[in-house]
DNA sequence: GGCCACTTGTCATAATATAACATTTCCGCT
DNA sequence: AGCGGAAATGTTATATTATGACAAGTGGCC
């Protein structure tokens, strides 16, 4: 789980998640979403959680729970793993963020607030990570499903593979 | 797995993965399966292997690394991680079994052989595992890969909740 | 203030996984 | 049959990921 060489350029602008887009708006943007959604439904939005959302807004990359316990004891908070697996927990309880199993690390969500039903798209290179909406119960998983009585609560889809540039720089 | 609706006996009819069928025939004919397979492709079926095989085939669940290890060792081999793990691993890489990364475990591949695009039904409460064929990326996954040119080399699907048996126990 | 539920921080430990290396086994080759 | 190299095995040691338990702090509410 290095850091890598990610692509870090001027302010604003990366060439993240395989699109360019204006990063410190959809930082704002989304802690703010957090900050109504807890608000509406009475859940506290402590520093922790907050500065943990941030942290992963930071990157669009899966951060592991210790890479983030790291930056969230830089910032001054607790420096044990509970710490860390709290706020995680928290992020992903309310759909601020997910968990990305494959690689034992999580992403925040982006879009927040949609119905829930995301699949991920992994570079095996960068381990940037994508999210796009899955329509649920799919085809062939949800046929299946019904066949034998399996009543689904939830699905992850991951995919692993190349984003395009990484795809660029190993072959022609 | 069930290759069709078999008839079978009192004595060997497990209600397993969901369904009923014969057991003790699906080891066997899985185990040759990959026997079979190991021997047209030069790899080598070792003693370890086989063992982890069977004790994979033994249960529709997943078993993790240090339950495989367990078994392993009481069978007379190495009683070190390594030794489950590298015999999991050589089951993963050529298809006898699978990674159910939402569990940190693996099961054995229910169509060894088949087109490989599996996709797992897990049951939170008894931990069982059912396997399905899955079409590979279609749908909306395949659809954001290609806007975005995102290259997908493999992909997980996990689905978690209730097997028959306990969606009944749990609630009428 | 006193109560309560929740959150935080900590220590301790569990569960999962890999690195590195000596030894043995197997296979193809002569 | 004997040799050489690749692969597999078993081991020690350690890394990585995750949770249990408990004391102390925080904030809402009567």
Redesign the interface.
Same mark, same amino acid.
């Given at each position: 789980m290095t850091s890598g060489p990610r692509p870090v350029r001027a302010q604003q602008l990366d060439p993240i998640a395989? *699109?360019s887009h204006d990063h410190a708006d959809c930082i704002k943007t989304a802690v703010a979403a957090a900050e109504a959604h807890c608000t509406r439904k009475g859940l506290r939005f402590t520093p922790v959680r907050r500065a943990a959302l941030e942290i992963l807004l930071q990157e669009h990359r899966a951060l592991g729970a210790y890479e983030m316990l790291d930056r969230l004891r830089a910032a001054g908070f607790g420096s044990q793993p509970p710490v860390a697996y709290r706020a995680l927990e928290f992020l992903v309880a309310n759909g601020f963020a997910h968990k990305i *199993?494959?690689l034992n690390a999580f992403v925040a969500c982006a879009n927040p607030g949609a119905s829930h039903s995301p699949?991920f798209?992994i570079?095996?290179a960068c381990e940037a990570v994508?999210e796009?909406?899955? #329509?649920p119960s799919?085809? &062939? %998983?949800g046929? &299946?499903?019904r066949a034998?009585?399996?009543?689904? =609560?939830?699905?992850?889809? =991951?995919?692993?593979? %190349?984003? #395009?540039a990484c795809?660029e720089k190993a072959g022609p």
């Open positions: 395989f *699109e *199993e494959r699949a798209m570079c095996r994508a796009a909406q899955s #329509p799919r085809g &062939a %998983l046929a &299946a499903a034998t009585g399996f009543q689904i =609560e939830g699905t992850m889809v =991951e995919a692993v593979g %190349l984003c #395009p795809a």
